[in-house]
T-cell receptor, first 113, second 114 residues
Framework: GESVGLHLPTLSVQEGDNSIINCAYSNSASDYFIWYKQESGKGPQFIIDIRSNMDKRQGQRVTVLLNKTVKHLSLQIAATQPGDSAVYFCAENLNFGNEKLTFGTGTRLTIIP | NAGVTQTPKFRILKIGQSMTLQCTQDMNHNYMYWYRQDPGMGLKLIYYSVGAGITDKGEVPNGYNVSRSTTEDFPLRLELAAPSQTSVYFC?????????????FGPGTRLTVL
């Protein structure tokens, strides 16, 4: 079946800098995407989502960009803090009415003090 | 709201033993899910339910069973535990009517089968 993949398994960023986490998806029919944050020993936590009819959505310190032409999704975290250290997963939903999500492997973000 | 709660947090089983992982949500969500997460990997869907009395297989259902007798509860049953079932298990729920299909996760159950 289709899967969501990530370009980099690990990313280290200096505290205060901006982080960009990338995700490639392979199914052009996917129309809903979510970014999750998973801290050590905890369940995934919803960060932000985006529908395929949008190319950008902003939250608090986070922005998700969607490029449907190249099937690419990114999560930008502004002014990273130590609490941002976690594994970040992207997930795709194959048409809005289908409740299943397909998760990527994840990127581990480490914030360097 | 407590959100999604799971019990137990940790469990060690011997090969061939059985157990039930409990999951409860108080958000009146229609949909519930069970995932497993192996070390360094993403989440794989075991079973899901679109409402009370309705369940369906996900990507990796072998060795597991589920039931959904109420909206709130979605227990996962392991009948004959095997070392390959050593993993962290997450329960999730989503979508009251009219909401986006974003899933909300419980804290997980770490299971070791020896």
């Amino acid at each position: 079946g289709e899967s969501v993949g990530l370009h980099l398994p690990t990313l280290s960023v200096q505290e205060g800098d901006n982080s960009i986490i990338n995700c490639a998806y392979s199914n052009s029919a996917s129309d809903y995407f979510i970014w999750y944050k998973q801290e050590s020993g905890k369940g995934p936590q919803f960060i932000i989502d985006i529908r395929s009819n949008m190319d950008k959505r902003q939250g608090q310190r986070v922005t998700v960009l969607l490029n449907k032409t190249v099937k690419h999704l990114s999560l930008q975290i502004a002014a990273t803090q130590p609490g941002d250290s976690a594994v970040y997963f992207c997930a795709e939903n194959l048409n809005f009415g289908n409740e299943k999500l397909t998760f990527g492997t994840g990127t581990r973000l480490t914030i360097i003090p | 709201n407590a959100g999604v709660t799971q019990t137990p947090k940790f469990r060690i089983l011997k090969i061939g033993q059985s157990m039930t992982l409990q999951c409860t949500q108080d958000m009146n969500h229609n949909y519930m899910y069970w995932y497993r997460q192996d070390p360094g990997m993403g989440l794989k869907l075991i079973y899901y339910s679109v409402g009370a009395g309705i369940t369906d297989k996900g990507e990796v259902p072998n060795g597991y069973n589920v039931s959904r007798s109420t909206t709130e509860d979605f227990p996962l049953r392991l009948e004959l535990a095997a070392p390959s079932q050593t993993s962290v298990y997450f329960c999730a729920s989503s979508r009251a009517v009219g909401e986006r299909p974003s899933q909300f996760f419980g804290p997980g159950t770490r299971l070791t089968v020896l």
